[in-house]
């Protein structure tokens, strides 16, 4: 069921974002120059360590369902964004819990955050034109709650026998085949971390994490959120239970859309994922739009390197960014998980992360991150894709003193390495800076602070990655 919110009472984006015929903000407010780029104070909160949120609660309330139901609004006339070329005047609810994962989807396909803002046509599915599923949905066992059972029932001594809607693409399995050892020390080293001041890993989430919060709550959330951003009305936002990972950006009918697992969402922590999906990947996307290197054929034009593993690098920075403890946990484990993956089978595995991980479902869905694309789990092997995590951190965290983190936003998807020869050639007049990321110096602070409590060291980190 998708629901709309209704007629909103947010601010407007600026007229310079979505072209000349859109209204300005209802405050008046203009952006403001800074270092070439155009910065939009939509709202400037306290960068603070001390909290996950950034900026106090706001007072205004969205409507209730129910009221929405018994009392319709005519909505607002449509806005549009030139990057994705389709309405976005309010952010639309989604509650189902199979929207990104439904096999009748007769309209767009589920794309990587990297593939944003290039959205294709909708095209209806029919014997001629039926695509492969996107990876997301193909790497998902269709049998994985039966393997599931299965394996409970055995008391952990049985390998999951995994069935795919179709075959994963060869091409796919070959390229995640190999898992790195680069950072497995660092990846430890900050396990450890956790486990030394906390005891153990469900310890650190119940005293930093905070609760699970409703549905509610996450509405509310999403829009403060949105309105820091001065991108209210531009995403779909689903809520789901059906994903592996805690959040995802993707394309779904033809517009961005993020969609939110319900069991991650706990109250210290939602923002940080936010940070992540929209104010990483969806605006480094919409600044990519603006760029000559928006298409492949520019990429290749401009030599530019693979966006990854800066671009999740940099969103996993920022999921953690104000946590007073901002420890790279999942990023370390996943890491670690799919090192130990491709020398173990899924039993094997599963009673390593015993470890670190007591709740047994935990574990569980580690191991099926790690173990995705396999149809026999009790062979040796990984899907190594989630180590970018941890690869991109440790890169970013590297250079952090010499990289321009304010260009590295505004030339879009783009890597930390080719900002020093795309920078004359960026389109930044409509560029749009992540709120938390204005304050340099106070942006530099949060990035040392992470370094100090992961216990890394900058002695370490330039003897792996030498100039």
């Given at each position: 069921?998708?629901?709309?919110?209704?007629?909103?009472?947010?601010?407007?984006?600026?007229?310079?974002?979505?072209?000349?015929?859109?209204?300005?903000?209802?405050?008046?407010?203009?952006?403001?120059?800074?270092?070439?780029?155009r910065l939009?104070?939509?709202?400037s909160?306290?960068?603070?360590?001390?909290?996950?949120?950034?900026?106090?609660?706001?007072?205004?309330?969205p409507p209730?369902?129910a009221?929405?139901?018994?009392?319709?609004?005519?909505?607002?006339?449509?806005?549009?964004?030139?990057?994705?070329?389709?309405?976005?005047?309010?952010?639309?609810?989604?509650?189902?819990t199979?929207?990104?994962?439904?096999?009748?989807?007769?309209?767009?396909?589920?794309?990587?955050a990297?593939?944003?803002?290039?959205?294709?046509?909708?095209?209806?599915?029919?014997?001629?034109?039926r695509?492969?599923?996107?990876?997301?949905?193909?790497?998902?066992?269709?049998?994985?709650?039966?393997?599931?059972e299965?394996?409970?029932?055995?008391?952990?001594?049985?390998?999951?026998q995994?069935?795919y809607?179709?075959?994963?693409?060869?091409?796919?399995?070959?390229?995640?085949?190999?898992?790195?050892?680069?950072?497995?020390s660092?990846?430890?080293?900050?396990?450890?971390?956790?486990?030394?001041?906390?005891?153990s890993?469900?310890?650190?989430?119940?005293t930093?994490?905070?609760?699970?919060?409703?549905?509610?709550?996450?509405?509310?959330?999403i829009?403060?959120?949105?309105q820091?951003?001065g991108c209210?009305?531009?995403?779909?936002v689903?809520?789901?239970?059906?994903?592996?990972?805690?959040?995802?950006?993707?394309?779904?009918?033809s517009r961005?859309?993020?969609?939110?697992?319900?069991?991650?969402?706990?109250q210290?922590?939602?923002e940080?994922?936010?940070?992540?999906?929209?104010?990483?990947?969806?605006?480094?996307?919409?600044?990519?739009?603006?760029?000559?290197?928006?298409?492949?054929?520019?990429?290749?034009?401009?030599g530019?390197?693979?966006?990854?593993?800066?671009?999740?690098?940099?969103?996993?920075?920022?999921?953690?960014?104000?946590?007073?403890?901002?420890?790279?946990?999942?990023?370390?484990?996943?890491?670690?998980?799919?090192?130990?993956?491709?020398?173990?089978?899924?039993?094997?595995?599963?009673?390593d992360?015993?470890?670190?991980?007591?709740?047994?479902?935990v574990?569980?869905?580690?191991?099926?991150?790690?173990?995705?694309?396999?149809?026999?789990?009790?062979?040796?092997?990984?899907?190594?894709?989630?180590?970018?995590?941890?690869?991109g951190i440790?890169r970013?965290?590297?250079?952090?003193?010499?990289?321009?983190?304010?260009?590295?936003?505004a030339?879009?998807?783009?890597?930390?390495?080719?900002?020093d020869?795309?920078?004359?050639?960026?389109?930044l007049?409509?560029a749009?800076?992540?709120?938390?990321?204005?304050?340099?110096?106070?942006?530099?602070?949060?990035?040392?602070?992470i370094?100090r409590?992961?216990?890394?060291?900058?002695e370490?980190?330039?003897?792996?990655?030498?100039?």
């Amino acid at each position: 069921m998708v629901l709309d919110s209704g007629p909103q009472s947010y601010p407007q984006q600026h007229p310079d974002d979505f072209g000349n015929g859109l209204p300005r903000r209802r405050d008046g407010k203009k952006g403001f120059p800074c270092n070439g780029l155009r910065l939009y104070p939509f709202v400037s909160p306290s960068l603070s360590l001390e909290s996950d949120s950034s900026s106090p609660a706001q007072t205004t309330r969205p409507p209730s369902r129910a009221s929405c139901l018994r009392n319709p609004e005519p909505r607002p006339p449509l806005n549009f964004c030139p990057s994705f070329a389709s309405p976005c005047s309010w952010m639309r609810r989604s509650e189902s819990t199979c929207a990104v994962n439904r096999r009748d989807r007769a309209r767009g396909q589920i794309r990587s955050a990297a593939s944003l803002p290039h959205i294709p046509k909708a095209r209806a599915v029919g014997p001629s034109s039926r695509k492969s599923p996107c990876l997301l949905v193909a790497l998902r066992p269709v049998n994985i709650d039966a393997e599931r059972e299965k394996f409970f029932q055995s008391r952990f001594s049985y390998n999951p026998q995994f069935q795919y809607e179709e075959p994963v693409p060869e091409a796919v399995l070959e390229k995640y085949k190999e898992a790195s050892g680069q950072f497995i020390s660092q990846a430890i080293g900050i396990i450890n971390a956790v486990l030394a001041k906390y005891g153990s890993y469900e310890s650190f989430e119940a005293t930093n994490g905070g609760k699970l919060l409703s549905k509610c709550q996450i509405w509310s959330t999403i829009r403060k959120y949105m309105q820091k951003e001065g991108c209210s009305g531009e995403v779909v936002v689903q809520l789901t239970e059906d994903l592996l990972s805690q959040a995802v950006m993707m394309v779904e009918n033809s517009r961005p859309t993020l969609a939110i697992n319900l069991s991650g969402a706990r109250q210290n922590w939602l923002e940080g994922m936010l940070r992540h999906e929209i104010g990483t990947h969806y605006i480094r996307g919409v600044n990519n739009a603006h760029q000559p290197w928006h298409t492949l054929e520019g990429r290749k034009q401009y030599g530019l390197k693979p966006a990854n593993p800066t671009e999740e690098g940099l969103a996993s920075l920022h999921s953690v960014l104000f946590r007073k403890q901002p420890f790279l946990w999942r990023a370390a484990l996943l890491y670690y998980t799919i090192y130990q993956a491709s020398h173990m089978s899924f039993c094997e595995l599963f009673r390593d992360l015993d470890h670190y991980v007591q709740d047994v479902g935990v574990r569980w869905e580690y191991c099926v991150r790690a173990k995705r694309g396999q149809t026999d789990t009790s062979k040796p092997g990984c899907f190594s894709k989630d180590q970018v995590y941890l690869d991109g951190i440790l890169r970013i965290l590297r250079h952090r003193q010499t990289i321009d983190f304010h260009l590295l936003a505004a030339l879009g998807k783009v890597s930390y390495e080719d900002i020093d020869h795309l920078k004359k050639f960026g389109a930044l007049g409509k560029a749009r800076i992540p709120h938390f990321m204005q304050d340099r110096e106070r942006y530099s602070q949060l990035l040392d602070h992470i370094v100090r409590t992961n216990c890394l060291k900058d002695e370490e980190l330039e003897q792996l990655l030498p100039d």
